[in-house]
């Protein structure tokens, strides 16, 4: 968009505005169908002035291919301390970080020594933050030497569970590997391969993200990429 003002020897200046952030988010909030060839020209502007992986991309992309990316472009917003995407868990879509700040983090096992009553205690825990399951179901794969004990002690209440005896178990953690900001990318495995995430991407403050998912047709340029 072009606006129009004078210079101080009051000759007329045409100077081009780019789009703010708000308008761009609208335009990706907006259906596939229901994006204009002006909005398409917008989200191209920001985007490559903005955002170096969209500036390279352009770049490197067959010129109809880069516009059906920006069709099929969508919005999500994740707030500080929420995961983006979690380990273990099915992929469905791929992300670039249109504002904010992550952290990617990677498991790690560490044996310690405690009682059944505790480790218990661990698992429920787990239960209650993962109601999938899939943290407890990768500890009893690495702790096998108790699972008959720990199948049968789960269904009881914590109070009941001895505290005498105590075992080597392996407990996981998360460590954080690396920090990233605007423009970075992620998922792109896990959708185009239907793999299971190898890494948790937590917001580490409110996170705005443009995603593209399994139900829209997959660029060329990401096929290609992976």
Not at 12 to 25: H, R
Not at 194 to 204: V, Y
Request: some cysteine.
């Amino acid at each position: 968009r072009f606006f129009i003002r004078k210079n101080k020897k009051k000759q007329i200046d045409f100077e081009w505005e780019l789009p703010k952030m708000d308008e761009v988010i609208y335009i990706l909030k907006k259906l596939k169908k229901e994006r204009t060839h002006r909005d398409i020209k917008l989200l191209n502007e920001y985007l490559t002035t903005n955002i170096e992986y969209f500036k390279k991309l352009k770049e490197e992309t067959d010129p109809n291919q880069y516009e059906k990316t920006l069709y099929v472009l969508k919005y999500e917003e994740v707030k500080a301390g929420k995961n983006i995407v979690t380990y273990d868990e099915e992929g469905d879509k791929c992300y670039i970080l249109l504002e904010g700040k992550i952290s990617l983090l990677k498991p790690i096992y560490t044996n310690e020594t405690m009682t059944m009553r505790k480790y218990i205690a661990y698992l429920k825990e787990l239960d209650r933050r993962d109601p999938t399951t899939t943290t407890r179901q990768r500890l009893m794969s690495k702790n096998n030497h108790i699972e008959d004990d720990v199948l049968r002690l789960m269904q009881m209440d914590i109070s009941s569970i001895s505290e005498d005896e105590k075992y080597n178990i392996f407990v996981e953690n998360f460590e954080k590997i690396f920090e990233a900001n605007e423009g970075f990318s992620f998922g792109e495995a896990a959708l185009l391969h239907k793999q299971k995430r190898n890494a948790t991407i937590r917001a580490e403050k409110l996170c705005k993200l443009i995603y593209i998912d399994k139900y829209d047709e997959i660029p060329d340029y990401l096929r290609a990429s992976n």
